[in-house]
């Protein structure tokens, strides 16, 4: 060991002494310091230092705060910077009693401060120096103590390095004056604690960062919490990973502001005193450690640091987290470093005494095992090695101050002070940043967004189903709307189609009540014409039978006359009863002859007065009289004879008649003798021309007789007066069925074939036409040829032939349209079948009126039926239809037609399609 004598104390020290805790520094293996060689302390220094592993010590050089931030920057996320333990020696101002007790001897050291160095006297020639990082006079204040033993360290902690700030020490060195003084009395006077924590507070930014401490004791290797001294063994917990150890037991409360601070420094310091006076010791037995665990958030200030390390891709930099720096200063205030056995007097046994100071020897003992550079370092062995671990060796940044007293009698325990300081200076640690990433603050950070994204999700989830739920509701509204508009239109709609359906049902209906009126009318006019007509004729007949009743009534009362006269002549004549009785019968027979001889003289009359008759034919042939067009003509004819013959030609027929019998005359049809058989059929038919006759004849076989001379005589002349004949008993309803019965149709068709006389032809034609105008005979009719008959007629062109051959159309015709309009006939017409179309078309505008009205009047009936109407049209009888509506002369025929024409559906398309105007 180099000794210097001392070359004078330098006390006080001028300016202030920058102490840093960071710089390499070479040491030697002692560091009693050789007087010739001795280099000045300096934290600065470490530029000139042979550093061992070379690292640069400039991130912990400034010593202002500003500095101190900029230069924590590092290209490593933690670096490992090599620090040295620094140690500081404090000497405490001599005593009251030491300054009566030593006032004659010298203090046992002397400091050089300017030179950071102690004397420490052996005797009084010789003295042995030794170099302190720091050496702090009794003069030294405790603000410049804090600063150079302290305010490092703090700075460090503030940094996020872990601190110890320790101070070693006989009992009443100092130590609790160094550290532990609140200085309420005087500000001064405040120590290592309250300063730091003034520091602190002055640094951190409580809204990012917090501070809080534990405040404990540890004696007998119990570790108490006194800030809850009810918690006085707390189990010290190591995190096998990092080493890294924590007392979870222990109060740890949150400090704010500087006052609470120091109440619960004072609180700590109570509760150590009556900790220790129940444990029957004083507080220098025990440690004091107080732990401020400063936790800073560098987010915003440190940025660049996390991305310059190239570890982080930039998809997760928003997901970054935070960066936090947890430094924690631990505060040491041990317990008096004096020999136990010197304060035996406490009454402790010696087990006891070997407890007491456990920690504090394996704290020598780990820190000269560290100083040794030793394989093995003891921290195992007390609570006080394990809780010191990362001062000693470790991470932290570890300033310790011993403190000594004056006193030369205390020299030996000053002198072992000082070597545990020497001891303690080559204690190397390798402070690191206690930097990590507060993945919880992240975590919760995220975790409030992640909420904030839900409620936000939860919000636009619910405004969307709202959304939704309105569109769904608007749809509904407006689909049952559109439902309800489709459903009043489709009844509106129905209602209209509804109405004008039965509006058209209506017309319809009018036009059908219309048309049937209209043919009704058209039918009872025609029927009404017919009957007419007919009614005419009934009433001459009625006038004629009222005449001839009128005399045959005159003859009955004559007889009556003549009766009753013979009556009254009966009495007186009895007697000549039997002479007149045959008077009478030669009478009778007289009669009987006269009669004969009367049928001969009338029959010689007929035949004169038929013979006259043909005369007046061949006179009318020659073209005096046109227009002969029916049977009644033939009856006129007769009559007109008659007249012709005298008025009193007619009463002397009859009577003949009436006195030659019915009966003689009929079988005189069948005399041999010709002449005869033609006289006779001439009476006959001039007796058939007389309605009044017609039922007699008919009823004594008259019209057989007639039907069989058809079938029987060769002869013309018999022919045509039996047709005529037959002709005017075929005017009578019940005579047309008996005709039709006795194969009347085919007899007259025969006859017809036969005939060459256009007379006997339009006799035969005028048959025929009267059975065409009776309703129950049509088929019949026309079954049996009648029809037939009639059109092959026409080969004769005699135009009375052709006359009656058209009435026979025009009765047939009315007579299928009557059966038409009753629904009793359907199909088309028998005229058509039978192929009289074309004869009717070609004869419809025929020159002679008895045929044009005629076929006229056919066409109307025959297109009464819409079953007729495409043949018609066809057979080019709708020209003449038209033709007839528009020229007719005789206005009712031309109504007619025009009614059948407008009712026609057929003939109205046909006349739109031929764009024939109507
Ligand atoms: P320790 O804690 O080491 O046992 P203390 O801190 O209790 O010692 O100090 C013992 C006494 O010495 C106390 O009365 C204290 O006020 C006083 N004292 C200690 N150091 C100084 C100093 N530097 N200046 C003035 N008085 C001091
Ligand atoms: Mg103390």
Redesign the pocket.
């Known amino acids: 060991m180099a000794t210097s004598s001392g070359g004078g104390s330098g006390s006080g020290g001028g300016g202030t002494y920058s102490y840093r805790n960071g710089a390499t520094h070479s040491h030697k293996s002692s560091s009693k310091l050789d007087t010739h060689t001795h280099k000045p302390l300096s934290l600065n220094s470490s530029s000139n230092s042979s550093s061992k592993n070379h690292v640069k010590s400039k991130s912990l050089g400034p010593s202002s705060t500003t500095q101190r931030r900029n230069s924590t920057t590092s290209k490593d996320h933690h670096p490992s910077v090599p620090g040295r333990v620094r140690v500081a020696v ?1 000497l ?2 001599r ?1 009251a009693e030491e300054s009566v007790a030593d006032a004659d001897f010298a203090d046992c050291v002397e400091l050089q401060p300017e030179l950071k160095r102690l004397k420490l006297r052996k005797n009084n020639w010789d003295a042995d120096t030794y170099a302190f990082d720091e050496v702090l006079t ?1 003069f030294a204040s405790q603000k410049r103590v804090y600063e150079v033993v302290a305010r490092p360290v703090v700075e460090s902690v503030l940094d996020g390095y872990n601190g110890t700030i320790m101070a070693y ?10 550290l532990g003084r609140l200085g309420e009395e005087d500000t001064a006077a405040r120590g290592i604690m309250v300063r730091s924590m003034e520091d602190i507070l002055a640094d951190v930014s409580l809204e990012t960062d917090s501070v809080s401490v534990s405040y404990l004791q540890l004696y007998m290797e119990s570790i108490q919490d006194l800030l809850d001294p009810a918690n006085d063994n707390i189990t010290i917990v190591e995190d096998p990973r990092t080493g890294d150890v924590s007392l979870p037991g222990a109060s740890l409360v949150e400090i704010r502001d500087q006052q609470s601070f120091v109440e619960l420094l004072r609180l700590g310091e109570v509760h150590r005193f009556a900790a220790n006076t129940k444990l029957n010791t004083e507080s ?1 037995r025990s440690h004091a450690i107080l732990m401020v665990h400063v936790r800073r958030s560098i987010k915003g200030r440190d940025a660049g640091h996390s991305s310059e390390n190239g570890n982080h891709p930039h998809s997760v930099k928003s997901l970054k987290p935070p960066v936090v720096r947890k430094g924690k200063l631990v505060v040491v205030d041990l317990a ?1 470093s004096e020999r136990i056995d010197k304060s035996g007097s406490e009454g402790h046994t010696l087990e006891e005494a070997k407890s007491i100071n456990l920690s504090l020897s394996a704290l020598g003992k780990c820190i000269n095992a560290l100083a040794e550079n030793s394989a093995h370092v003891p921290f195992r062995d007390s609570k006080l090695t394990r809780l010191l671990r990362d001062s000693f060796g470790g991470t932290a940044r570890t300033s310790l101050v011993i ?1 000594i007293g004056p006193s030369p009698k205390h020299r030996g325990e000053t002198a072992s002070t000082i070597m545990f300081g020497q001891r303690a200076m080559k204690v190397e640690n390798m402070v690191k940043l206690k930097e990590e990433f507060d993945y919880k603050s992240l975590a919760r950070k995220l975790d409030v967004e992640l909420d904030k994204l839900i409620m936000e999700h939860e919000r636009q989830q619910k405004a969307f189903e709202d959304e939704i739920e309105r569109m769904a509701t608007e749809a509904q509204h407006r689909l049952s709307e559109a439902e309800r508009n489709y459903i009043d239109l489709l009844e509106k709609e129905k209602s209209k189609y509804e109405k004008d359906y039965m509006d058209s049902i209506r017309k319809l209906e009018d036009q059908l009540a219309m048309n049937q009126r209209k043919n009704e009318d058209s039918h009872i006019k025609s029927r009404a014409e017919v009957y007419s007509e007919e009614l005419a004729d009934l009433k001459k007949m009625l006038q004629k039978e009222t005449l001839l009743r009128k005399a045959a009534e005159g003859e009955v009362n004559h007889l009556k006359i003549q009766v009753s006269e013979l009556k009254m002549s009966e009495a007186s004549r009895k007697s000549e009863i039997l002479k007149v009785h045959k008077m009478l019968e030669e009478e009778v027979h007289q009669k009987e002859k006269l009669e004969r001889e009367i049928a001969i003289l009338q029959s010689q009359l007929l035949q004169l007065s038929l013979e006259s008759d043909q005369t007046r034919h061949q006179f009318e042939r020659d073209g005096l009289e046109k227009d002969v067009s029916s049977v009644d003509s033939l009856t006129s004819q007769v009559k007109h004879q008659q007249q012709a013959s005298g008025n009193g030609e007619k009463p002397s027929i009859a009577k003949l008649f009436e006195q030659v019998g019915l009966q003689k005359i009929l079988s005189l049809l069948e005399a041999e003798d010709a002449d005869v058989r033609i006289h006779a059929v001439k009476v006959v038919a001039n007796l058939a021309a007389e309605e009044a006759n017609q039922g007699k004849i008919v009823e004594a076989g008259g019209l057989t007789s007639l039907l069989r001379l058809l079938q029987s005589s060769q002869d013309e002349t018999i022919h045509r007066v039996a047709a005529g004949a037959i002709a005017n008993l075929a005017m009578n309803e019940t005579n047309q069925e008996l005709i039709m019965s006795q194969g009347g149709i085919s007899l007259l068709s025969m006859t017809a074939a036969s005939a060459e006389d256009p007379q006997t032809l339009r006799m035969v034609a005028g048959a025929i036409a009267n059975l065409c105008g009776n309703d129950k005979l049509q088929s019949k009719l026309r079954g049996e040829g009648g029809i037939k008959a009639l059109l092959g007629m026409v080969r004769c062109r005699h135009p009375d032939v052709h006359a009656q051959v058209a009435r026979g159309i025009a009765n047939f015709a009315k007579c299928e349209s009557r059966a038409s309009s009753l629904g009793t006939k359907s199909a088309r017409s028998f005229l058509i079948e039978d192929g009289a179309l074309a004869w009717i078309v070609q004869n419809a505008n025929n020159e002679a009126s008895s045929i044009r009205r005629h076929i006229e009047l056919a066409l109307c009936h025959l297109a009464q039926h819409e079953t007729n109407a495409r043949d018609m049209i066809n057979g080019g009888a709708l020209w003449e239809l038209v033709r007839i509506s528009r020229d007719c002369s005789r206005e009712d025929i031309k109504t007619l037609a025009h009614r059948t024409l407008v009712s026609s559906p057929t003939f109205q398309a046909e006349m739109r399609r031929m764009r024939i105007s109507y």
Not at 169 to 178: P, V
């Open positions: 404090r405490r101002p005593n009794e020490g006989q009992t009443g060195t100092g130590k609790t004056y160094t220098s008096g403190t």
